[in-house]
């Protein structure tokens, strides 16, 4: 299976589909007006199968606290986003120098 990405304007389904593939998986943020893009590096089928247990209510949470953390952390991205008038959040990956 291909990972050709997944998108979603649902700030709390992101942050459900963060905690079952990791932050990581948020690639890409964007905001235009009241509009907003989350951008995820996961398989659109997937993400559509999720989506149809999150409407349905039957998408399991079994850490909420660490659900939280994913939230938490993704309406912070649009608090900054939104402070600083940027309109788009990728991440910046620390490269960590290497001992010689």
């Known amino acids: 299976m291909s990972v050709d990405g997944y998108q979603t304007q649902d700030v709390a389904y992101c942050a459900a589909l963060c905690y079952t593939y ?50 938490s952390n993704i309406t912070q991205i649009l608090r900054d986003l939104t402070r600083t008038g940027e309109s788009e959040w990728t991440p910046r990956w620390q490269i960590v120098p290497t001992r010689r």
């Not at 990791?22 to 659109?44: N, P, Q, R, Y």
């Open 22 to 71: 990791g932050i990581e998986a948020l690639t890409k943020v964007e905001i235009d007006g009241h509009l907003k893009i989350f951008h995820l590096d996961i398989a659109s089928n997937d993400g559509e199968e999720y989506l149809k247990d999150w409407n349905s209510g039957q998408f399991n949470v079994t850490d909420l606290k660490t659900f939280m953390k994913m939230y």
